[in-house]
């Protein structure tokens, strides 16, 4: 068990490095192993299969990866994969859609060293995000992948479930395959797999599986995974903030039957494509000062507005402070007429500056562009409130100003749950407006959400897919290439060297 994820948006200032990624060496992150193999929620047989956790290392999104940092990290996965081996399958737990200076497809680079040291007959299985991305390189060399099948993403546990029981099932046989259909249909049956790319690119918060397009294709792939000769469908809807070849939708399709995988990934290519132009946001989308002025306007609390160019959890750098300019310069905010609350923003400079002062002493900032040499906002107001020590933003602190409530962090910080601003004293019900660095919201904040609108704020993943600046897409993609033909959307069948069944 080994792997190496993060979300990278190559257009934004930020770089991650070996500081950003947590280690984990055990199985802490899988309690589905925590069950006895002999009892009933056990699929695996005990004695004859054993997890060795080697090194799963996740970072936060943001920037690119460095170079320094990933090769510190795979040398010591694949160090531990040699010294601890041999194995006979690897299961991998990967984003996907991580891009690191100097390498392309780093993903498929590592199952080709992966490969090098356990060899060609044995079965790799991964787990991924959908925001990921699936090369033909790294079809080539992973038997068995999988993807979760919501966003946001509520079925994580599951879909790590989901690969190693499909691992555990190719070496045994002992368990049916976790879509609980006909599954292998021999006992010498070969993998095979079928994998096309849809010339695609549209944003995460398009492609929602709260709403359709998406929620009805999605909503396929328990049934496709039940046909006979099927044993795993997916779809990798993408990243669309990586100027990098491969980038696009993909779908690939995992069985012993090259005539039902490739019939099964053909049928989701079309259905993807077809859909090509009916993708849209999941709430209202709005230029900034108009998302808030609905928001001001709108009676029901709490309602939220993502602030989604920074966005750190699809690879913002997270020190944007365009918005808080926004907001200090609507009057009634300005005034404290109105009250707003805005998280978040990296710098440490203006967040010592605060805990110098303390609550309720004035404070002089500047904030922002801490990464990216952005010019900052001038923010002049008084501590509302310091929280040191936060385990993922370091110190943190809120400063008031007029009616507006800035959220500042020492790092890069996602705000996904109420409790995050109750801890700081703040309260959404109590707020006219929420704005969250955020996509579509994730599901604490949609569950307490009476409105919400989207802003379409500037950023490492602005919503403006046609004012980037891509120059290695591989092209024609739809939208930014509209007028282009039918695509060819025949799958590639790719056959298993891994060890038959």
Not at 30 to 49: H, I, M, N, R, T
């Amino acid at each position: 068990m080994c792997g190496i994820g993060t979300e990278s948006s190559t257009f934004s200032a930020h770089r991650t490095t070996v500081d950003d990624f947590t280690l984990w060496t055990d199985i802490s992150r899988y309690p589905f192993l925590e069950a006895d193999p002999s009892s009933a929620s056990g699929w695996w047989p005990g004695g004859q299969v054993e997890f060795v956790p080697l090194l799963v290392a996740r970072a936060l999104p943001g920037g690119p990866v460095t170079g320094e940092a990933y090769t510190a990290l795979e040398s010591r996965l694949l160090a531990a994969l040699t010294a601890e081996g041999p194995f006979d399958g690897v299961y991998l737990d990967l984003h996907g859609a991580m891009h690191v200076e100097g390498r392309d497809d780093a993903e498929a680079g590592l199952a080709a060293a992966i490969r090098a040291v356990i060899g060609p007959d044995r079965p790799i299985a991964a787990s991924m995000d959908l925001h990921g991305q699936v090369s033909r390189r790294f079809a080539e060399l992973v038997d068995l992948p999988t993807a979760y099948r919501t966003a946001p993403h509520v079925d994580l546990e599951e879909t790590r479930e989901r690969a190693c029981r499909l691992l555990v099932h190719t070496l045994t046989r002992h368990t049916d395959p976790p879509a609980g259909g006909p599954g292998l249909l021999a006992e010498e049956a070969e993998l095979v797999r079928a994998w096309v790319r849809v010339p695609l690119l549209l944003p995460g918060e398009r492609t929602s599986t709260r709403l359709d397009p998406a929620a009805a294709i999605y909503a396929r792939l328990p049934e496709v995974s039940r046909r006979p000769g099927v044993l795993d469908a997916s779809i990798w809807i993408g990243y669309a903030w990586a100027d990098a070849p491969r980038t696009g939708i993909n779908v690939l399709v995992s069985g012993t039957s090259p005539d039902a995988v490739s019939e099964a990934a053909a049928e989701l290519a079309q259905a993807l494509w077809r859909a090509r132009d009916d993708y849209a946001f999941a709430m209202p989308a709005l230029p900034p000062r108009a998302a808030i002025e609905t928001a001001l306007a709108a009676p029901a609390r709490p309602y939220f507005v993502s602030d989604s160019g920074d966005n750190p959890t699809a690879g913002g750098s997270g020190d944007a402070a365009w918005f808080l300019a926004d907001l200090l310069a609507t009057p009634s905010l300005a005034a404290g007429d109105k009250s707003a609350i805005w998280a978040s923003c990296a710098d440490p400079a203006a967040v010592a500056a605060c805990v110098a002062a303390g609550p309720g002493g004035a404070v002089e900032l500047r904030v922002g562009g801490v990464y990216s040499g952005d010019a900052p906002v001038p923010l002049r107001g008084v501590v509302h409130s310091v929280r040191p020590g936060d385990p993922v933003g370091g110190d943190l602190a809120v400063v008031r100003s007029g009616g507006v409530h800035a959220v500042l962090t020492t790092r890069r910080k996602p705000y996904h749950f109420i409790e995050d601003l109750t801890e700081l004293g703040l309260d959404p019900w109590r707020h006219d407006l929420t704005a969250v660095k955020i996509g579509y919201l994730e599901p604490d904040l949609h569950r307490a959400a009476a409105g919400s609108v989207l802003a379409l704020t500037p950023g490492g993943v602005s919503q403006d897919l046609a004012a980037l600046p891509y120059r290695r897409l591989t092209r024609p993609i739809h939208p930014l290439d509209s007028d282009m033909p039918a695509p060819d959307l025949t799958p590639v069948l790719l056959r298993s060297a891994a060890r038959r069944i």
